[in-house]
């Protein structure tokens, strides 16, 4: 497993750059994640994606895909799309610290 | 690593339920993976983008033996309405959306929708005849240009 450095702690992702142990993340690891995804600043916008994903990983144990993301999150799926722009679900994922979702819908 | 898919052109041509979800279901996939997609939309499957007909697509149940169902028993009247549907149903609990509604949600995604020309002109549909999501009718060799560089997936 790769490990990676994020804001002087090291963490393990797998090949794509997910965390293979989320219990691992921080908020401040979160910038410094999204600016490897071309994201420069996340917004407050971006932190309810991010928070919503932490949400919905810890109590139902994986991420939502765009379409419940885009029900269920308060940010439409054109925005989501704006903040996320290469895939929402899985950037957003990527960013907080959790697994790729799995979801064909 | 190995090479990565950065852009899809999925042609929707059939207009059955189970003719028109898979490329709808590809071209989100697509999106949400980060892909360029574009879906265009020809004979048959322009009832998929077409405000009257977009609600009412069925499931082929006369010579689809993945059914499982006699050919004389699909071709019964209402057989194809009952079954599309408990098909739909099903696809409600699965959070699976409704032709018009996943449509919708493509766009949303940034994916564009395009309509064939000589489909348009062959059933007399024009551009007032399909939903508003639809960027516009075009012709194959247009198509092609836009599909340049990328994947072309034909369902």
């Given amino acids: 497993?790769?490990?990676?450095?994020?804001?002087?702690?090291?963490?393990?992702?797998?090949?794509?750059?997910?965390?293979?142990?989320?219990?691992?993340?921080?908020?401040?690891?979160a910038p410094l994640i999204a600016r490897q995804e071309g994201i420069s600043e996340l917004t407050e916008r971006h932190w309810q994606v991010i928070k919503f994903m932490r949400h919905e990983y810890d109590t139902k144990g994986s991420g939502p895909t765009v379409r419940v993301l885009g029900k269920t999150s308060g940010v439409s799926v054109r925005e989501l799309y704006q903040l996320f722009p290469h895939g929402p679900a899985k950037e957003a994922a990527k960013i907080a610290g959790i697994p790729k979702p799995r979801g064909c819908v | 690593m190995s090479a990565k898919i950065e852009k899809v052109s999925i042609i929707v041509s059939k207009g059955s339920l189970e003719g028109v979800y898979p490329g709808l279901i590809m071209a989100n996939g697509a999106r949400a993976e980060g892909m360029e997609a574009n879906l265009f939309f020809t004979f048959f499957g322009l009832d998929a983008i077409h405000k009257a007909r977009h609600e009412h697509i069925k499931l082929a149940t006369v010579g689809n033996p993945g059914l499982h169902l006699a050919t004389w028993a699909g071709g019964l009247p209402g057989v194809s309405s009952v079954m599309t549907h408990y098909m739909n149903h099903k696809m409600e609990q699965l959070d699976i959306p409704s032709i018009p509604e996943f449509i919708e949600m493509i766009a949303d995604t940034g994916a564009g929708l395009y309509a064939c020309k000589a489909s348009a002109d062959l059933f007399g549909i024009t551009k007032a005849d399909l939903i508003d999501q639809v960027k516009d009718i075009i012709t194959v060799g247009e198509f092609y240009d836009m599909a340049a560089g990328g994947e072309i997936i034909f369902t």
Avoid: S
């Fill in chain 1, 1 to 29: 497993m790769p490990t990676v450095t994020y804001a002087g702690t090291q963490v393990t992702v797998n090949d794509e750059g997910f965390f293979t142990d989320p219990a691992q993340w921080r908020e401040d690891m």
